[in-house]
């Protein structure tokens, strides 16, 4: 990775990539097994909730999982024009002390992507990624995969926001994977309208999700700022 792509405005993107060689990571086809994530939830959240919220704790695994991994995912692409293989076994994690996801680090090397026109296509390694991941924190903690593409899709259109300003071009094709509602095979784009805003009484526009993260259900997690059960 080239540390110039990040220089400047550009620089809050690379806040989560692990660029220390030195520093311990996790393959994530461990961290996604369900005797890990069992040791991880249990060591974050502890057992007056895990295993009896594990459904909203999987979904707040999730919300950690695309905090990291987006955001230098969409400038390297979008900006830059390359992405890095995404494949589960080409990626790793650091572990804050606490137990939480603090760091990527790609493990492949960064190829051509600026040659496709369409986001879906452009952004195959990631939705490819992320499918892999939702089927298996679907499966391991009985969320529903709306509710884990919601988290992405939350992370993606912060991510987007705040790139806009800076390269509008570049944001505005990466919107496309927000606003289309069926992917080029005709098939459902789970990332369609993640992120809705409507005007509220104050004249003030409100951001909100289109599906919830269920942490509303833990009290004290609370309802997240932009929660669709709040009208």
């Not at 594990?54 to 905090?67: D, E, G, R």
């Not at 996801?101 to 090397?109: A, Q």
């Not at 939705?127 to 593409?149: F, H, K, T």
């Not at 098939?187 to 409507?198: E, Q």
Request: hydrophobic share 40%; glycine share 8%; charged share 25%.
């Amino acid at each position: 990775m080239r540390r110039e792509w990040f220089e400047g405005a550009l620089a809050d993107f690379a806040k989560t990539l692990v660029l220390d060689e030195a520093r311990p990571v996790v393959p994530l086809a461990e961290l996604v097994r369900g005797e890990t994530l069992d040791r991880q939830l249990l060591k974050v959240y502890g057992s007056e909730l895990m295993p009896d919220q594990q459904p909203v704790l999987v979904s707040q695994w999730m919300k950690y999982y695309a905090m990291q991994l987006i955001p230098p995912v969409m400038v390297a692409n979008l900006v830059h024009g390359v992405s890095w293989p995404l494949a589960v076994d080409q990626l790793s994690f650091a572990l804050h002390e606490r137990g939480i996801l603090d760091g990527v680090r790609f493990d492949g090397e960064p190829f051509d992507a600026s040659n496709a026109d369409d986001p879906f296509e452009r952004f195959a390694p990631l939705l490819e990624n992320l499918q892999q991941v939702i089927d298996r924190l679907s499966a391991y903690g009985g969320v529903a995969p709306s509710v884990l593409w919601g988290n992405a899709g939350d992370y993606l259109e912060s991510c987007l926001r705040q790139l806009n300003p800076i390269h509008p071009a570049a944001g505005a094709v990466g919107y496309g994977l927000l606003r289309e509602k069926t992917r080029p095979d005709g098939t459902r784009n789970p990332l369609f309208n993640a992120i809705t805003y409507r005007e509220g009484k104050d004249g003030q526009s409100i951001r909100q999700r289109r599906s919830c993260c269920l942490s509303h259900r833990v009290e004290w997690v609370g309802r997240c700022e932009h929660c669709p059960l709040a009208r």
